[in-house]
């Protein structure tokens, strides 16, 4: 079982950027998907999650600014990010968990993707 992150990169402070993540190895339609991210020298944080119901949740940092999308048929999560700040800055990883959930932590999770970086330049 295998959760592929990708799409980070540097935008600009201000600017837009997806990511996504696409599972294998299993289907994922039972799960709720969303995203953690980790700051150099923080803790992982949770970011976003969204049930298979299509209920979602967001941390107070990215609330209204980031939404989370998921295609059940492709396996996949998306995390669109608009007006990104330089604190936005950090390895995003994405992440599954059997069931719903109104947020996580850390230790709730089954499955991890690798990660992947975004860069925001102010």
């Known amino acids: 079982v295998q959760l592929q992150a990708s799409g980070g990169g540097l935008v600009q402070a201000g600017g837009s950027l997806r990511v996504s993540c696409t599972g294998s190895g299993r289907t994922f339609s039972n799960y709720a998907m969303g995203w953690f991210r980790q700051a150099p020298g923080k803790e992982r944080e949770f970011v976003a999650l969204?049930?298979?119901?299509?209920?979602?949740t967001y941390s107070d940092s990215v609330a209204g600014r980031f939404t989370i999308s998921r295609d059940s048929a492709k396996n996949t999560v998306y995390l669109q990010m608009n007006n990104v700040k330089p604190e936005d800055t950090a390895v995003y990883y994405c992440?599954?968990?059997?069931?719903?959930?109104?947020?996580?932590?850390?230790?709730?999770?089954?499955?991890w993707g690798q990660g992947t970086l975004v860069t925001v330049s102010s």
């Open positions: 969204i049930n298979r119901s299509g209920f979602s």
């Open positions: 992440a599954a968990r059997i069931g719903a959930a109104l947020s996580w932590t850390s230790r709730m999770i089954d499955y």
